[in-house]
């Protein structure tokens, strides 16, 4: 066993858990092994609603203590990458058949005061009939609500956190999964899963058990330990339509099962709908939206919008599993809580932690607390620091993506400027890394498939482990929403290919 192969902490899971828990470990100054089965947020952290929110509606559930953690974690995190997170203010149309104004602007009094605001502005009435909101709906909807609350590019969320985590001296290994690993000797000794099949050894001082809707399975089976915890898997299906309005504000729309659906501004062209509220007892990694989902969120944008949907007009879908916290009490889905618990077991002076639920908003905070029980337990002092911190590429000056955008575009004005704020958008300050030397368009390389060049390839395959197309076109990007009708499959197999000869090129120099 080489000291290459001895950690601090080895970190299960590359959702927004397992990274941000690798970040702040990392950066606290312990040795970091983060392994992963898939890609980093192949599953439930790029699927999510996209949003950094307080959670409105789960003042209804009495959540007050989660509200109030989200909604302090709001501004932080957009703080912290202002180039993948804003703010955004939703509309919530008055229906006096669902909840009455009186409930609702109580609701708004509390989101607006159960926490510090400094960048969003607060909530108030509108007249439907006199707000750019209320042309796209339903002429018998006349008052309504605007509050705000934050949209974030969630997969992106979760590769900054890796990349910071390994700038902190963290080593990230995607598509390597844990096979075992056991108590011995006052340490955890595992096997890891190459992607080529190979196995490999490691130790760990402690291992943080960050599965997502894996945690159970990777408890009894990988790990051979039991829980006090469990999680509630739930299927949460989204649909994309082209763009259904033309204001830049968000939708809440309440529907009459008491569930609420996000209707929001997506990827500049479309329309992004959800979420559902599915139990689900299958594979995870195998989850997808089915017709009675579709249907049901079609109807929901119905009772709301003149223009009406039809399943056929969903351009795309994507479906994702919470591994929410097991409580009693909770019958129904959209009941089960949304915080999380830290389930630590010391045994044996190795200790083991375990991630029960949680949702995006609140990552940071949970890295926190995990970080800071797992350093206790192995006798290191080190002080939290992640809340001031800023993500790669978001040490942009005072949070303001603006300037800095039209910033980066005058100094690259040899890009197409729509180029040139995609860059800005998806990188921040990184964007710079990307452009490198670059003062042309030839400069970046070959135009790989429309609009993404060699240059961006490079970058995402060396510093974001991307290593396919479906990395490139979903995850580290929605580019795939974009490119021309039928030539999905060319692009991605162009993508693939230039993996593959760089990927064969790399190996032959060695």
Known sequence: MTQQNRYDLLVVGGGINGAGI???????????????QDDLASHTSSASTKLIHGGLRYLEYKEFGLVRKALQERETLLRAAPHIMWPLRFVMPHMPNLRPAWLIRMGLFLYD???????LPGSRGIDMRRHAAGAPLVDSIRRGFVYSDGWVDDARLVVLNALDAKEHGAQILTRTKLVSARRAHGEWQAVLRRPDGSTFDVRA????????????????GALGRGAQHSVRLVKGSHIVTKRLFDHDHAYIFQNPDKRIIFAIPYEHDFTLIGTTDVEYRNDPAKVSIDGDETRYLCESINRYFKRKISPADVHWTYSGVRPLLEEEGAVNASAVTRDYKLELDDAAGAPLLSVFGGKITTFRKLAEEASGLLCRALGHTAPSWTAGAPLPGGDIAHARFEPFAQDFAKRHAWLPAALARRYARAYGTRAEHLAGSARSLADLGAEVAPGIYEAELRYLRDAEWATRAEDVLWRRSKLGLHVAPGTLDSVAAAIDGWFAATSATATAQH
Not at 205 to 220: F, K, Q, S
């Open 22 to 36: 690798a970040r702040d470990a990392a950066g606290r100054g312990l040795s970091v092994l983060l392994c992963e």
């Open 113 to 119: 005061h159960l926490a510090k605001r400094e960048l």
């Open 205 to 220: 001082r402690a291992v943080a058990n960050a599965a997502g809707p894996w945690v159970g399975e990777v408890l009894h």
